[in-house]
């Protein structure tokens, strides 16, 4: 009884919500169904510029969080958004792994700068006319110690770059070099119909690689990082291969200078212009001659102008970063018993290439002369387009307020270069370089033996190779003292350094020794020496030998915590390197220097050159 109870409760209540739910005309409303609410992302897409998505992420969800590129995983600025692969996690910077920590932050800020530079600065984009108006570039960083670092973009839209973390730590000329990639991918997008922004090589049917993209890369880095022009591995090598073809495939990363000297003439937005406006399959060069209107007779004349200015770094813009890095080392050069000098074919210039010819300062007022003679042709050099050889040639004088004095332009195959030598003159050279009288494109094909090179012999009259000096063996040695001024650059992590080419002449004048001389005697009648402060001397090495560390006071120390200057000499080309400790010094800070060579040259007999460097840190 108490069951069917139940149940007749259980029924009456469910006929009454039947009837209470009906629509009035008896059929029940059943409750609406409660909808699962919609996830909210854990990200939040930037306003302002758009992202785009390249064809080849089309397949990448970028809204799931276990995609390679999420949108949880990325950062971004005014003009860049940055992905990270998921093993860096939510932050790349909390990353347990040192070697593959990165600061989002900083990488953002870098590239933001690098932007306004190539932009605002250098004019790669025009503003109003470019997709990066529209989209950000865009930045992937991958999970992996192998390097990478990459700068190209996406589908002819948008400049992009690719890179591994130790390529950002930190963040410097590396991500400078590839956003600078970055952008000249860009001059295409922003003008696809027109031809620019050399997306073809410089052989035949445009063949091969472009050197001028890793060229001009270097140089819109080094817009950032100006001194790193001058104190990275690339500087040698520009200075081992100036002689090559300015647009040859070996140097590709230190042929950075000529992009200054063409800005030096044409203002500091050329370089973007001439990558805006270049017209296939133009190579730099022809895209420059139409640019600027110039012949091929005038550009020979203003590639030597280059060169000979490149010899001090008299170049508006880096004159400043180059002036601890003046003066060359002697080409190679081949004697002759007839008093001339040809260049040796391991260095002998192509087009547009160059020689620098070191010689003795002779005394002012003194004329010097060279006498040239091209030998386009000859056996031993590579022959190429023969019939279309020229060269230029002429004189440099460093000033000892370190201006320079250029002699006139000389181009005849076979002529005399003459120059009145100035007044406090430091340093002469005689500078070469190749010039064709019609052009032809470079390819890279990673063969010399196909390209031109202009052979030539020259003799000189008033003074000679530096090193070849003439003495009188009668005369009795003397002491003598040399002073140099030197700036040394700061920094808190390299040996930054100034090199010093001595007064060879003075030096060969006061001990009645020729340059030979002096080597053959060197460590028996002549010893090198360090000086204390007290006029002590030390003759052993404390830095790399010849050499010596010197501490805060001018006294030889060795290498640690007292040590703050460092001056070591290349007793082969007489040329001190000066430089500082890293995190010793401070910008402003002087310090004084001796070192010396005493001559032994007789029996209790000596005499002593002392060299006095009056450092500067700067």
């Given amino acids: ?158 400049g992009a770059l690719w890179v591994n973390p130790s390529t950002c730590q930190p963040v410097g000329s590396t991500i400078a070099h590839e956003v600078g990639h970055s952008f000249q991918y860009q001059t295409y997008c922003d003008n ?12 035949e049917n445009e063949e091969g690689g472009n050197c001028f993209w890793e060229q001009c890369a270097q140089w819109q880095a080094y817009q950032i990082y100006h001194e790193e022009r001058f104190n990275n591995y690339n500087f040698d090598e520009y200075l081992l291969s100036c002689y090559k073809h300015p647009l040859h495939e070996a140097p590709r990363y230190a042929n950075y200078f000529i992009q200054d000297y063409w800005c030096m003439k044409h203002g500091i937005e050329f370089i973007g212009k001439l990558w805006r406006e270049a017209r296939r399959p133009e190579d730099p060069i022809e895209a420059y001659q139409r640019i600027t209107g110039v012949n091929q007779e005038t550009f020979n004349d203003e590639m030597f102008d280059a060169a000979r200015r490149f010899v001090n770094w008299d170049i508006d813009g880096i004159k400043e970063y180059g002036r601890n890095y003046v003066g060359r080392k002697q080409c190679k050069l081949i004697a002759s018993k007839d008093g001339y000098y040809a260049i040796d074919p391991a260095e002998c210039p192509e087009n547009y290439g160059y020689n620098v010819i070191v010689l003795n300062v002779p005394s002012a007022g003194v004329k010097v002369s060279a006498d040239f003679v091209g030998m386009a042709g000859a056996d031993g050099y590579r022959k190429k387009n023969v019939d279309k050889a020229g060269w230029r040639y002429g004189f440099v004088a460093y000033l000892e307020n370190g201006s320079c004095v250029y002699s006139d332009i000389f181009s005849e195959k076979e002529g005399e270069a003459i120059f009145e030598c100035p007044n406090f003159c430091r340093k002469l050279y005689f500078v070469v370089s190749g010039a064709p009288t019609q052009h032809w494109r470079h390819a890279w094909d990673d063969n010399d033996m196909n390209d031109e090179q202009w052979p030539y012999k020259v003799r000189f009259s008033g003074t000679n190779l530096y090193g070849q000096i003439d003495v009188d063996p009668d005369k009795t040695p003397e002491d003598i003292t040399l002073i140099y001024d030197v700036p040394v650059s700061l920094s808190s992590t390299d040996y930054t350094s100034s090199n010093v080419q001595i007064e060879l002449q003075k030096l060969c004048q006061s001990f009645s020794l020729t340059p030979g001389q002096i080597s053959d005697k060197w460590g028996k009648e002549i010893i090198f020496a360090g000086v204390n402060k007290d006029g002590s001397l030390n003759t052993n090495s404390t830095a790399n030998e010849p050499g010596h560390w010197f501490d805060m006071d001018g006294n030889i120390c060795v290498w640690g915590k007292r040590a703050q200057i460092y001056s070591e000499l290349d007793k082969d080309n007489f040329i001190f390197k000066v430089g500082q400790y890293p995190g010793h010094c401070r910008t402003g800070e002087k310090y004084t220097i001796r070192q010396c060579l005493v001559y032994g040259y007789e029996t209790g007999q000596k005499v002593q050159a002392t060299f006095v460097f009056n450092i500067t840190i700067e």
């Fill in 1 to 158: 009884m108490k069951n069917k109870l139940v149940y007749i409760v259980l029924f009456v209540g469910f006929c009454v919500n039947m009837f209470a739910c009906s629509d009035g005309k008896g059929e029940a409303l059943l409750p609406e169904p409660i909808p699962n609410p919609t996830p909210v992302p854990k990200y939040t897409l930037p306003t302002g510029k758009l992202i785009y998505i390249p064809d080849e992420l089309q397949s990448n969800d970028f809204t799931k969080e276990e995609s390679q590129w999420s949108y949880y995983r990325m950062d971004y600025s005014d003009n860049f958004i940055v992905f990270w692969e998921k093993g860096f996690g939510s932050n790349p910077f909390t990353v347990t792994d040192q070697a593959l920590r990165v600061d989002i932050k900083d990488l953002l800020e870098k590239a933001e700068l690098f932007y306004d530079v190539n932009v605002n600065k250098l004019k790669f984009v025009e503003t109003g006319k470019s997709n990066t108006d529209k989209y950000r570039m865009m930045i992937f960083l991958k999970y992996q110690s192998e390097w990478l670092a990459t700068g190209s973009g996406y589908d002819d839209i948008i």
């Fill in 192 to 203: 696809p119909t027109s031809g620019c922004g050399w997306r073809y090589g410089f052989g």
